[in-house]
């Protein structure tokens, strides 16, 4: 792996679930794990209609350098430089050369 190819910050959010104490009602959050540097890429979109509206997806693979904890319940948040904060969620995730140094993730994109 290249360091200079991994050129985006990535925050990984962890899932969390909570009860609210005065009606007992399940919350539902996301957490700062913690950051670190990959590769972001495109690998296929598409369109789908449903409910009258037309919602596109996207599938992407992200490189990161392996970190233990990471899970495919887990996301990625990119913030870019115009602003704009782009949410990847896990579908699978892979330890490339199964020595623990390099991750990939195929992630579909949410927002």
């Not at 200079?4 to 959010?13: A, D, H, I, Q, V």
């Not at 005065?22 to 979109?45: C, D, F, H, K």
């Not at 392996?66 to 870019?80: A, M, N, P, T, V």
């Amino acid at each position: 792996m290249q360091a200079g190819k991994l050129n985006k910050r990535l925050t990984l959010e962890r899932y969390a679930e909570t009860k609210q104490a005065n009606y007992g009602e399940i919350v539902e959050t996301w957490t700062r794990a913690y950051e670190l540097w990959g590769q972001v890429e495109p690998l296929s979109g598409s369109e789908r209609f449903t409910a009258q509206q037309v919602i596109p997806t996207a599938s992407l693979k992200v490189t990161f350098r392996w970190r233990h904890g990471i899970k495919e319940r887990d996301r990625f948040k990119l913030k870019q430089r115009q602003g704009a904060t782009r949410i990847f969620e896990i579908n699978a995730l892979m330890d490339m050369d199964e020595r623990h140094r390099v991750g990939e993730a195929i992630c579909t994109e949410v927002r």
